[in-house]
């Protein structure tokens, strides 16, 4: 199982986009979805997560600004990102972790999407 993600760019502080991540193969359940990010140097860090059929947790910079979402029928996971800001620069990962057919339990890292935003 693959996640390839899309939807990086460079934007203008105060500018939006929109992540998508899309799983080559449906999960039977998923445990839960989250969105990372990770500039050189640092560790990757988790900004947006949802857990089984929880509400969504969000850290605090991003409160507000950014949303998760996941669409099953399309296994795609998004993350709208809004007012975004130079700090929210950074490589954003996206992660699914649950039950694939024929595999059982399963957690699958993306490649990663840039997110470049200029002052």
């Known amino acids: 199982v693959q996640l390839v993600e899309s939807g990086g760019g460079l934007v203008q502080a105060g500018g939006s986009l929109r992540l998508s991540c899309v799983a080559s193969?449906?999960?039977?359940?998923?445990?839960?979805m989250g969105w990372y990010r990770q500039t050189p140097g640092k560790q990757r860090d988790l900004v947006a997560s949802?857990?089984?059929?929880?509400?969504?947790n969000y850290i605090d910079s991003v409160k507000g600004r950014f949303t998760i979402s996941g669409d099953n029928a399309r296994k795609t996971v998004y993350l709208q990102m809004n007012s975004l800001k130079p700090e929210d620069t950074a490589r954003y990962y996206c992660?699914?972790?649950?039950?694939?057919?024929?595999?059982?339990?399963?957690?699958?890292w993306g490649q990663g999407t840039l997110v470049t935003v200029s002052a």
């Open positions: 949802i857990s089984g059929g929880g509400s969504p």
């Open positions: 193969r449906s999960f039977l359940s998923i445990h839960g």
């Open positions: 992660n699914l972790n649950g039950t694939v057919a024929d595999i059982g339990y399963l957690e699958v």
